[in-house]
């Protein structure tokens, strides 16, 4: 059952100016925002929450349905128990999510850890989804040498008590190098507004639970094997590809169409809002 929220006090509706719902899958309840009408396009980011997608929402929302959810324990949605701090939690709310609106066809939108988390959802509802948009995010189990340490580093112990008292990277990411480049003082703030103590230990948990969740890198595996005969899109920051995920997309999805913003780092919906749905918006989108 889902039910209409009352927006925080912290975040003030002009911020976030979408309704916000809330969604009990029965292990949690999550926060999701349904807007706009036309072919559906559903959003997921993890580690972050929904704001980074606020701009692309509002240039898409007249022609398209647009869907948004928190991961859980993240955003707006219902802080968990570390147990429920894995990606396979994040896999379990976009599939209660997309059977509770009846979604069918959607393009799926994912970023950061939305990528092997989005995957594994098509992997159990591979009819909720027409086609994959990457925005800077990988769909496969971590190797080689840098991404698993960087996973592991941010997903530690030490790493997660210090940003817990500290809210480095929260502040750092909210910056003009991360999700603020275009965004105002209300906004920035309401970015880190929703970064509690319980939200930061989340998210480094989800950055450990990406490199060991053996699970989620299968899981991930099929769904990426049932996308592959669909439409698929990728998009990076011209200066945010430092791993070389744009091109084992590539390996992986050779009919794939590949898109670099220009001046832009990890965030490119937020360095080039109107760019990135412009690209969205041209995909090959099904009439609902």
Excluded at 123 to 138: E, G, K
Excluded at 242 to 251: K, N, S, V
Excluded at 257 to 281: G, W
């Amino acid at each position: 059952m889902s039910v209409q929220l009352q927006h925080p006090q912290w975040l003030d509706p002009k911020v976030w100016p979408y309704p916000i719902r809330s969604l009990d899958t029965g292990n949690f309840r999550i926060a999701y925002t349904d807007v706009g009408s036309g072919p559906p396009l559903f959003f997921l980011n993890v580690p972050q929450w929904s704001m980074v997608w606020r701009d692309v929402i509002y240039r898409l929302q007249g022609d398209f349905r647009c869907i948004s959810l928190d991961a859980p324990g993240l955003g707006l949605s219902e802080r968990v128990p570390p147990h429920l701090q894995r990606l396979t939690a994040v896999r379990d709310a976009v599939v209660a999510l997309t059977d509770h609106i009846g979604v069918t066809m959607a393009t799926l939108v994912v970023h950061d850890l939305g990528g092997l988390s989005g995957l594994a959802a098509a992997a159990h509802r591979p009819d909720a989804f027409h086609q994959l948009i990457a925005v800077n995010t990988f769909g496969w189990r971590p190797d080689g040498i840098l991404l698993p340490i960087m996973l592991r580093l941010f997903g530690s112990a030490p790493v997660r008590w210090l940003d817990a008292a500290t809210r480095l990277l929260p502040i750092a990411t909210s910056g003009r190098f991360g999700v603020g480049r275009k965004m105002d003082h209300p906004s920035r703030r309401a970015y880190r507004q929703a970064f509690d103590r319980e939200a930061i230990a989340t998210m480094h948990r989800y950055f450990a639970d990406a490199a060991r969740n053996g699970q989620i890198h299968r899981e991930a595996a099929l769904g990426l094997e049932a996308m592959a005969s669909r439409p698929a899109i990728t998009v990076f920051g011209a200066w945010g590809d430092y791993l070389g995920f744009a091109r084992r997309w590539r390996r992986r999805l050779p009919a794939l169409k590949q898109h670099s913003i220009p001046r832009s780092f990890h965030f490119p919906m937020n360095d080039d809002p109107e760019e990135v749905a412009t690209i969205i918006a041209k995909a090959d989108h099904p009439q609902p």
